[in-house]
T-cell receptor, first 113, second 114 residues
Framework: GAGVSQTPSNKVTEKGKYVELRCDPI?????LYWYRQSLGQGPEFLIY????????DSGLPNDRFFAVRPEGSVSTLKIQRTERGDSAVYLC???????????FGPGTRLTVT | AQSVAQPEDQVNVAEGNPLTVKCTYS??????LFWYVQYPNRGLQFLLK??????LVKGSYGFEAEFNKSQTSFHLKKPSALVSDSALYFC????????????FGTGTRLQVTL
């Protein structure tokens, strides 16, 4: 079956621009997670959705970052006024409500120039 | 706060030899523990997990891990390494009191040579 998909796979943008990153979870998975992975580091948690609502957004670094999941399936991570420090791979994962393991997508590599 | 330590940046092993990738954790209460593998330009792939029960858990591709509560460790092992096992391995912990985030270690690069 289809896994988690993320688009685009690569995104290059200029400092100060706005970007949107999309995640399409595994069908039927109610939980969705966003992580950010900087070079040489492990993934760091950003936000978690259960259904349409953000159940935990404690990992969002500041108010330039925002995520939505309006219909409880696809999610969009939005970054305003991008900075060079935002450059990283953004990973999305999904799981069933009661599952303990999360299944990851291939990520979006964001480069801010 | 929960945390994970992977003390080795890189582990080198010859094909056919056993391998161990180390992981220690810190979490309040009983942890949920995971190992993921990452191949170049690919996402994280789930290998195995410990939730409860037998301390030795078996996962994909012949990997296993041993949960040791007294040493707060969850080392990844494989009896006989393959060159194709060369990748980046991440240990992660989840506080069972939450339904959300995994906390990852910084990763260990496994290099298996002929």
């Amino acid at each position: 079956g289809a896994g988690v998909s993320q688009t685009p796979s690569n995104k290059v943008t200029e400092k100060g621009k706005y970007v949107e990153l999309r995640c399409d979870p595994i069908s039927g998975h109610t939980a969705l997670y966003w992580y950010r992975q900087s070079l040489g580091q492990g993934p760091e948690f950003l936000i978690y959705f259960q259904g349409t609502g953000a159940a935990d957004d404690s990992g969002l670094p500041n108010d330039r970052f925002f995520a939505v999941r309006p219909e409880g399936s696809v999610s969009t991570l939005k970054i305003q006024r991008t900075e060079r420090g935002d450059s990283a791979v953004y990973l999305c994962a999904s799981s069933t409500r009661d599952s303990r393991e999360q299944y990851f997508g291939p990520g979006t590599r964001l480069t801010v120039t | 706060a929960q945390s994970v330590a992977q003390p080795e940046d890189q582990v080198n092993v010859a094909e056919g030899n056993p391998l161990t990738v180390k992981c220690t954790y810190s979490v309040s209460g009983n942890p949920y523990l995971f190992w993921y593998v990452q191949y170049p330009n690919r996402g994280l792939q789930f290998l195995l997990k410990y939730i409860t029960g037998d301390n030795l858990v078996k996962g994909s591709y012949g990997f296993e891990a041993e949960f040791n509560k007294s040493q707060t460790s969850f080392h990844l092992k494989k009896p006989s390494a393959l060159v194709s096992d060369s990748a980046l391995y991440f240990c992660a912990v989840r506080d069972p009191g939450t339904a959300s985030k995994l906390t990852f270690g910084t990763g260990t690069r496994l290099q298996v040579t002929l």
